[in-house]
Antibody
Framework: EVQLVESGGGLVQPGGSLRLSCAAS????????MHWVRQAPGKGLVWVSR????????GYADSVKGRFTISRDNAKNTLYLQMNSLRAEDTAVYYC????????????WGQGTMVTVSS | SYELTQPPSVSVSPGQTAHITCSGD??????ASWYQQKPGQSPVLVIY???KRPSGIPERFSGSNSGNTATLTISGTQAMDEADYYC?????????FGTGTKVTVL
């Protein structure tokens, strides 16, 4: 079964850091670009970051550029998101998603992990 | 930055057809995708490349994209189709989601 399982969310104070993980299974992880997408409570979906299959090319939304770092370990079939200098507006459910290269879309999503930034 | 605009809500009677629009500058020159999200669940891809359905998505879901507007059509709408729907496109190395539409099956 193709599956993505996020972990690492939690409560963190403003200015703090958190690292999210996304464990992939059921497909050749190293062949796919991967993304992080977030959704604030009661709000819509917002793309956060993308990393190519070999890890060499990365992209970020302007709102997280310079604060968040995406990475991957293809040997461990795991995607990461290092989040630094967290702000209240980063509070959201964070989803990892597989890149569906056929159409610039996201075809497999994890269940999400909640990040709350609050003092 | 690129923006995609959707109507906040659409209501449809069971068995009828729902049309959900997504507007963006020259959207027809890009690929549009659509996602369904039910309460408490992760999004599900229902349409990609404007009009293609992933494996397992019912035929009642269809899509089109021309000019500045992409449209998701749900034919013979069922109660299980009640959900939030988001369009999405790629522009200048950024992936953009629409504002979302809540579909209510009355």
């Amino acid at each position: 079964e193709v599956q993505l399982v996020e972990s690492g969310g939690g409560l963190v104070q403003p200015g703090g850091s958190l690292r999210l993980s996304c464990a992939a299974s059921g497909f050749p992880f190293s062949n796919y670009a991967m993304h992080w997408v977030r959704q604030a409570p009661g709000k819509g979906l917002v793309w956060v970051s993308r990393i190519y299959s070999d890890g060499n090319i990365k992209g970020y939304a302007d709102s997280v550029k310079g604060r968040f770092t995406i990475s991957r370990d293809n040997a461990k079939n795991t995607l990461y998101l290092q989040m630094n200098s967290l702000r209240a507006e980063d509070t959201a459910v964070y989803y990892c998603a597989r890149d569906f290269s056929a159409g610039d879309a996201f075809d497999i999503w994890g269940q999400g992990t909640m990040v709350t930034v609050s003092s | 930055s690129y923006e995609l605009t959707q109507p906040p809500s659409v209501s449809v009677s069971p068995g009828q057809t729902a049309h959900i629009t997504c507007s963006g500058d020259k959207l027809g020159e890009k690929f549009a995708s659509w996602y369904q999200q039910k309460p408490g669940q992760s999004p599900v891809l229902v349409i990609y490349q404007d009009s293609k359905r992933p494996s397992g998505i019912p035929e009642r879901f269809s899509g089109s994209n021309s000019g500045n507007t992409a449209t998701l059509t749900i034919s013979g709408t069922q109660a299980m189709d009640e959900a939030d729907y988001y369009c999405q496109a790629w522009d200048s190395s950024t992936y953009v989601f629409g504002t979302g539409t809540k579909v209510t099956v009355l």
